[in-house]
């Protein structure tokens, strides 16, 4: 049973396993650009569910690289034998309730279209201080779009239930007025469709089709604005959809991860545009507006779960709402596999102490080097100092191996200016430990006793 869960709470140091073999055989460049936005989902069985933030990023990957990334999990006996690379935005449909594995039946479908997600409803979202001015705008928007609140635009930080909303509006709109085009969609899908449409700009058919497939919209839903690049094209062809569509009273919805004045690589054009309507933001939920959240979800998700525990996590993750589901999840999972209630803290605390989730906060360059310090009995001037003696340059080393692993998305120059050195340094000390890691059992144990000491600080 263990094994189990510390693999399925531990999908952060799987692919710290695989993503460190990896960037042994690939170019650093392809590394930076493929690799390190690579984020787990969730796993089925033997596959391993990554996600990437950009359409392109998935396809290259695809393309080219599902063979190297297998090689690499047989390499370092990862559990797992199987990948498969999703896009963030669609990475809802995968998620895989411990109640509930129909969402994985999700497919997208041909015309590229991101179907609403069936519990993401107004029903389902809880609505308190820190939420209200973005739910009750939606909910206007809902019941008569197209008509005062046109743009909405709403921002938040991620986790927050943007996606949720928008989706919330789509379901509403489907059931209410059934007769309205409505289309979700994200700002990567709609850059995707665009640079499709151009590639094949001498056949008028697909140029018609993106037209029309925007233009014809009662209801346009663009998510995570933040994703459109810089690069005039694919902006100019939205600012010519959205006043189209604005000026025939068609309602618009956007969300972003930021406000529109920080959306510096929007046309000014478009951002003024964006926001020329309705903005409402979403803060971090209060205490009891967390509880209310996990009682609705455990509801939903059919998990038995006592106030304590509730209490707990909603004391432990306070930013983002994505964490304290995957927490309530985790916790569910490991009562469901131990065969034990989820009614006490001790046992919720002992389920999430595996997971990175909850370690990731506190996990930091520092903290790591401070347990390699004190685990090989050395000084901290003296690992981050010049000396090159033994003693000390093999914990800096080790230091320097644990964090590439347990930080995997820290830029090797950052981890190398800590150390006072440069980011050659750090690959040769990730990949010479990495190496001599599966020859030497030696230092694998002592790898798998400071990621331990790390992760259980
Ligand atoms: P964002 O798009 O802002 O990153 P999401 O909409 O994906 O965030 O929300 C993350 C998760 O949190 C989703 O599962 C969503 O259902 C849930 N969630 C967020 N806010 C609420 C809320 N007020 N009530 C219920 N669930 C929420
Ligand atoms: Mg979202």
Redesign the pocket.
Known sequence: NNIIIVYITNLDLALADIMDRLSINISSAAYEIYFVPLRPLTSIENKLLLVVPRASQKNVLEKSYIPAIKKAMAECNSFFTDVSIILESEA?KY?ISVADNSALTAESSEDTSIPFIK??TFD?????DS?QMA?AAAAAVAETPGTIINPLFIH??????????LHAIGNSLRVNKPALKVLYTTAENFTNDYIYSIRHSKNADVMRNFNNKYRSQDVLMI??VQFFEKGEKTQEALFHIFNDLYSANKQIIL?S?RPVKNLAFLDERLSSRFASGIIAD?QP?NFE?RVA?LE??ALSYKINISRDVIYYLAEKEQQN??I??GMLKTVSLFSTLNQKPANSVDLAKEALRDSAITAGDNITINSITEVCCAYFNVKKEDITGKRRTKDIVEPRQFAMYVITMLLPNTPLATIGEYFGRDHTTVINARDKIGRLSNEDTRIKTIIGDLKNLVINK
């Open positions: 809802d998620y519990s993401y389902n979202f809880v609505i308190g939420n739910a938040s930080r991620p986790g927050l239930g943007k996606t949720h909303i998510d995570d969300s991860d979403i939920p507006t959240i609705k979800k709402i994505r304290l589901e």
